[in-house]
């Protein structure tokens, strides 16, 4: 860490209080602390916008309430992290590992999570709207309340994942993996899923209105109180799958 990182260190460890102050009096200062790694630091409420966390380990840190607006957290590890809360509107975390974290009512407003590691995150309230999450790991996450309205999911691994009650409207999931995941009561109107796999996936009582399901794999899904009249569903592998008699009227 530079003699610089190292001032502002000293600074940051001090608290949310004496850390936004000084960046109230230095807006324009480049924050970085790439490849850093930062043990057991209180960053709660720290205004960290456009902060550069590049390769960085953090470490059983509280970052509830954390302001990471258009911050560069690309190849970033956080390990038993406290992110409640936080603010990543903007921001760059392609190839990050938040894997196991807490990120419940986080606000991910077009951002960028190109490759990331989400594996068992508790991301429940938050909130994706226009994020590109292509090619995210979020196997065994509670996404539970999530909005992903117009977001990319492009070949994202969803398995075994709770998106109950999720908000999937107009979102892109072409090539996406959902076997197992339990999507009750949730919102697809226009998304797209072709050539997506929904094996033994749980649809009940979602909304399709408009939905995309060319080419896609539904063997064994539970499609009751569904309603496919107004879906494009050409191709699609419906094997095996619950779905009452008038679903298509």
Sequence with gaps: MSTMNERQFVILRQGAAVWNAWRKKHPHAYIDFSDAQLIEVDLQACHLQRANFQ??????????SVRLDRADLSDMSAIDCLFQQASFVGANLCNADLSHADLQHTQWKKSWLW?????????????FRGAMLDYV???????????FRHASLRAARCNQTNMREVNLSAAHLEYAHLEEACLLKSNLKGAHLSH?????????????YHADFRATDLRAADLRGTNWKYTRHQGALLTGAMLESFAFR
């Design 115 to 127: 490759g990331a590691n989400l594996h068992r995150a508790n991301l429940h309230g938050a909130c």
């Design 55 to 64: 390769r960085a380990l953090l470490q059983a840190c509280n970052l509830r």
């Design 196 to 208: 997506a796999s929904l094996i033994d996936v749980d649809l009940r009582e979602s909304q399709l």
């Design 137 to 147: 790991d979020l196997r065994h996450a509670n996404l539970r309340g999530v909005s």
